[in-house]
C-alpha cells in the first residue's frame, strides 16, 4: 500500500514539474521568459516550449498583432491663426522588438499606449500650430499626417529604442473647441441670413421689374388693339355712312323717315317713357298717314 502511494505521489510530483516547465506561446503572441528577473529568451514561434520551474525561470506574453490607439484627450490645440481646435486621431502600432520594448517602455502593451499617446499628442500640437484651419480641413491635411508620423517615429527610434513600429497616423476629425463652437455657429447663422435676406431683396427686384415689364406690355398691347379697333370701327362707320348716304339720296322721304324713327328710338329708352305728340303736326305720323293712304 505504501508502494502504491509513494508511486502515485511521485507521478504527481513529475506532472506538476512538467507543467511548470512546459508552456504554450499563441500565434499572436511573444512568450518572454524571465530569469530571476532578466529577460533570457524571447520566443516569437507559436507551439509548445520548455523552461525551467519557479522560481529559477518564469514566462510572460506580449501581443505582437497590430494595436490601435485612439486618443482620448479633448484638450484643444492653437493653430497658426490662434483658433482652438479639437483633433480626434487614432495610431496603428505593433511591438517588434519585446527586449528593447520592456527594458526601454513597460512590460504591457498599455505601457506603450500610454507613452505613444503623449507622443502622439506632442507631435500634433507642434504641426497644428504650423498650419490654419483652412489647411487642417483640406489642402495640408495629408502632410500634417505625414509630418506628425515622421516626428513619432523619430521619438521612438531615437537614442532608446522602444521596440515598437507604427504604421499609420490618421485623423478621424477637426473641429472648433465648444468654447468658440457657440460663437462660430451665430456668425455662420448671421453669415446665411445676410445672403438670404440679398437673394430675397434680388428676387423681389426681379419681380418687380418682370411685374412693370408685364404692365407695360399689357398697356402697349391694350393701347394697340384700341388703337385698331377704333381704326376698323371708322373704317364701319365710314362705310355705313357711305351706305346711307347713297340710300338716301335715292329717297330722301326715307332718309327723311328714318331720321324720325332713329329720334324717337332715342327718346324712348324704357318701358315707362311716354311722350305725348299731336300727331297732325308730326311728320313721323304723317309719314304713316301718307303710306297709308298710298296702301288704300
Do not use: C
Not at 40 to 50: A, D, F, M, Q, R
Not at 66 to 93: F, G, N
Not at 161 to 178: F, K, L, M, Q, S
Amino acid at each position: 500500500m505504501n508502494r502504491v502511494g509513494f508511486i502515485a505521489s511521485t507521478l504527481l510530483v513529475v506532472i506538476a514539474l512538467a507543467s511548470s516547465m512546459l508552456f504554450i506561446v499563441d500565434q499572436r503572441q511573444f512568450g518572454v521568459v524571465y530569469a530571476l528577473g532578466q529577460i533570457k529568451s524571447v520566443i516569437t514561434e507559436p507551439g509548445l516550449h520548455v523552461k525551467l520551474p519557479p522560481p529559477f525561470q518564469n514566462v510572460r506574453y506580449i501581443d505582437k498583432r497590430l494595436l490601435t490607439l485612439d486618443s482620448s484627450d479633448v484638450e484643444p490645440m492653437l493653430t497658426a491663426e490662434k483658433q482652438r481646435v479639437v483633433i480626434d486621431w487614432y495610431v496603428r502600432w505593433r511591438i517588434s522588438d519585446p527586449q528593447e520594448y520592456i527594458r526601454n517602455v513597460g512590460l504591457d502593451e498599455a505601457a506603450g499606449a500610454a507613452q505613444l499617446n503623449r507622443v502622439v499628442r506632442n507631435a500634433f500640437q507642434e504641426e497644428v500650430n504650423k498650419r490654419t484651419v483652412q489647411e487642417l480641413l483640406s489642402s495640408q491635411r495629408e502632410s500634417l499626417m505625414a509630418d506628425v508620423k515622421k516626428e513619432v517615429l523619430e521619438a521612438v527610434n531615437g537614442s532608446k529604442p522602444w521596440g515598437i513600429d507604427v504604421v499609420d497616423v490618421r485623423i478621424t476629425r477637426v473641429d472648433y473647441a465648444e468654447t468658440i463652437t457657440e460663437s462660430v455657429f451665430r456668425r455662420m447663422e448671421a453669415e446665411r441670413k445676410r445672403v438670404a435676406n440679398e437673394l430675397r431683396s434680388t428676387g423681389l427686384a426681379e419681380g418687380e421689374k418682370i411685374r412693370a415689364e408685364a404692365d407695360r406690355e399689357r398697356d402697349i398691347t391694350i393701347a394697340n388693339a384700341y388703337r385698331d379697333a377704333q381704326k376698323v370701327k371708322g373704317e364701319g362707320d365710314a362705310e355705313a355712312a357711305r351706305i346711307y348716304a347713297d340710300a338716301f339720296g335715292k329717297e330722301p322721304k326715307f332718309a327723311n323717315f328714318y331720321r324720325n324713327l332713329e329720334a324717337y328710338k332715342q327718346t324712348f329708352t324704357s318701358k315707362g317713357d311716354v311722350v305725348v305728340v299731336d300727331p297732325s303736326s308730326t311728320e313721323f305720323f304723317n309719314a304713316y298717314q301718307g303710306s297709308t293712304k298710298s296702301d288704300k
